[in-house]
C-alpha cells in the first residue's frame, strides 16, 4: 500500500472583513491580516486572518479564484497575468444577509457562475447559521438569494454540481446540510426559528431556486460532506456524520443521482467505536477510489472527537482499508476535510488540528 501524504490544518478565529478591494503584498496568504494585540510577554502582538470555510477556483485561470470564511462572506482573487504579484482581494457579499458562508462551487459550464452555501459547518458555539443559498452569475459581482425558507437556521457543508452540460437547462446541484453548531445541539441557531428542519442531502434542478429534500436510503442526520463522480454524474457519495455519534453515521453511495442510496461504510471504520463525522473524496484520476477520514463521537461538551483514521476503497465502496490519518486531537467534529491529488489517485490529503 502506498504511503498517504498528510497535510495538516487548524481551524481558527474568523476571517476579517475589509469594506474595499486593496493589492496585498506578495507574501500574504489571504485578505490583508489583523493584528493580534498582545496579551502578555508570552503572546506578543502578530498578524492573523483565521478560518478558510472554501475554495473555489476558476477551471480555466489559475489568477483568479474565490474563497469564503465562516464570518466573512465571499472574496474574489484576481492577479493580472503580466504582473501576478500586483493582485487584488475583493469582498463580495458584504451587502447580503449573512457573512456565514460554508460551501463555494462554480459551474463547470459557466465559471461565471458561482454558488455560495451560507452557515457555518464546524458544529461550534461560534458556527454562524445560515440563510439558504447566494448565486451570481457574473463572477461575483451581483448576488440573488435564494432557497431561505429551504435552509434557514441550518448550515452548508458542501455543494456539488453535475458536470454535464444540457443545453437551455440549468445544472442540476446537490448539497449537504447540518445542523447550526453548539453544546447542546443547534445552539448556535439562536433560537432560529427553522434550526430544526431537514437535514441530510438536497437536489436541485433548476439551478438551486428549488431543491428536492434525498431521503430514500439516506439517514435525516447531518451530512458532513459530499462528493461525486466526474465521470458518471449519477454517482455520489454523501457523508453522513453526525457528530454525537448514531448507528446511521458513515457513508452513503447513489447510482441514480439521488433516487435511492445505500450505505457503503458500515463495516470497515473500527470496531466498538461510535462514529461520528464523517469527510469523503472521490480521485479525480479513477473514481473508484474513494477516501473517508472519520472522527470518534463527540461528548456532550464537545469532548472525545478523536481521530479513528482515514480509510479508502478502491472498488467504489464495495470494501475498504484504513489509510493514513491525521492528528484531530479531540476536535474531530471541528477539523476535518480531506481530498485527493489531481493527478495521482493513491495520495490524499488529510485536514485536522
Known amino acids: 500500500m502506498a504511503t498517504s501524504r498528510l497535510i495538516l490544518s487548524a481551524a481558527v478565529t474568523v476571517l476579517a472583513v475589509q469594506a474595499h478591494a486593496q493589492p496585498i503584498a506578495a507574501d500574504d496568504l489571504g485578505p490583508a491580516p489583523l493584528i493580534r494585540p498582545a496579551e502578555g510577554p508570552g503572546r506578543p502582538a502578530e498578524p492573523f486572518t483565521g478560518r478558510v470555510s472554501a475554495i473555489a477556483a476558476s477551471p480555466t485561470d489559475a489568477n483568479k479564484f474565490f474563497v469564503s470564511g465562516p464570518g466573512s462572506g465571499v472574496w474574489r482573487f484576481e492577479a493580472p497575468p503580466a504582473t501576478p504579484n500586483d493582485y487584488t482581494w475583493t469582498p463580495l457579499t458584504d451587502d447580503m444577509p ?25 458544529f461550534a458555539h461560534h458556527s454562524p447559521y445560515g440563510l439558504g443559498l447566494y448565486k451570481s452569475v457574473d463572477s461575483g459581482d451581483t448576488w440573488s438569494h435564494l432557497a431561505e425558507s429551504t435552509f434557514g437556521g441550518r448550515s452548508f457543508s458542501r455543494i456539488v454540481i453535475d458536470p454535464t452540460p444540457v443545453e437551455g ?33 438536497f437536489k436541485s434542478t433548476d439551478g438551486g431556486a428549488t431543491w428536492t429534500h434525498l431521503t430514500n436510503g439516506l439517514p435525516q442526520l447531518s451530512a458532513t460532506d459530499l462528493a461525486i463522480d466526474p465521470s458518471n454524474p449519477n454517482v455520489l457519495y454523501a457523508a453522513i456524520g453526525h457528530i454525537f455519534g448514531d448507528e446511521d453515521n458513515g457513508s452513503y453511495k447513489t447510482t441514480n443521482g439521488g433516487a435511492t442510496w445505500s450505505m457503503v461504510t458500515s463495516t470497515p471504520f473500527p470496531a466498538g467505536v461510535e462514529i461520528g463525522r464523517v469527510s469523503i473524496a472521490v480521485a479525480p484520476t479513477d473514481p473508484d477510489y474513494v477516501y473517508a477520514l472519520v472522527a470518534g463521537d463527540a461528548s456532550a461538551t464537545g469532548g472525545g472527537a478523536f481521530n479513528e483514521g482515514g480509510f479508502r476503497s478502491t472498488d467504489g465502496g464495495d470494501t475498504w482499508e484504513e489509510y493514513g490519518g491525521v492528528a484531530q486531537r479531540f476536535h474531530g467534529w471541528y477539523t476535518s476535510a480531506v481530498t485527493v491529488s489531481p493527478t495521482d489517485e493513491d495520495i490524499v490529503y488529510y485536514g485536522g488540528f
Do not use: C, M, Q
Not at 109 to 121: L, P, R, S, V
Not at 173 to 185: D, Q, W
Open 98 to 122: 449573512t457573512l456565514a458562508v460554508g460551501a463555494l462551487a462554480i459551474d463547470p459550464n459557466a465559471e461565471n457562475i458561482i454558488y455560495a452555501g451560507t452557515g457555518d459547518a464546524e
Open 169 to 201: 437547462e440549468s445544472p442540476t446541484l446537490y448539497a449537504s446540510i447540518v445542523r447550526a453548531g453548539g453544546f447542546p445541539e443547534a445552539s448556535a441557531a439562536k433560537l432560529h426559528p427553522d434550526r430544526w428542519g431537514p437535514v441530510g442531502v
